[in-house]
Nanobody, 123 residues
């Protein structure tokens, strides 16, 4: 089992930056990847970015149009998602998830999920 806990969400003003963290614990493997997804009210969950512990990353340039950076800290077992120039359209619940193997965009490839953290961007 792998446990994931998101943190760093909140209410912010449009144009500001926010960094989300995902703490990973349990039976992890060096080949694992952690991804970030988000789900806005009334919309399907969508992929944002993912990174492997070996530092191979994948970012969906359409989801946040280049305003996001993903990084991992192998010592802390954390994966961070830095989001810049936030817009009201970025308001969503942000989830991190873990999978064996390389990063992927398809959420069905991820076996373990956190509870999510709410991000609200006010105009």
């Amino acid at each position: 089992q792998v446990q994931l806990v998101e943190s760093g969400g909140g209410t912010v003003q449009s144009g500001t930056s926010l960094t989300l963290s995902c703490a990973v614990s349990g039976q992890t493997d060096p080949s694992d990847s952690v991804g970030w997804f988000r789900q806005a009210p009334g919309k399907e969950r969508e992929f944002v970015a993912a990174v492997s512990w070996s530092d191979m990353s994948m970012v969906d340039v359409d989801t946040m149009k280049g305003r996001v950076t993903i990084s991992r800290d192998t010592t802390k077992r954390e994966v961070n998602l830095q989001m810049n120039n936030l817009e009201p359209e970025d308001t969503a619940v942000y989830y991190c998830a873990a999978k064996r193997g390389l990063p992927a965009m398809d959420e069905s490839r991820y076996s373990y999920w956190g509870q999510g953290t709410q991000v609200t961007v006010s105009s």
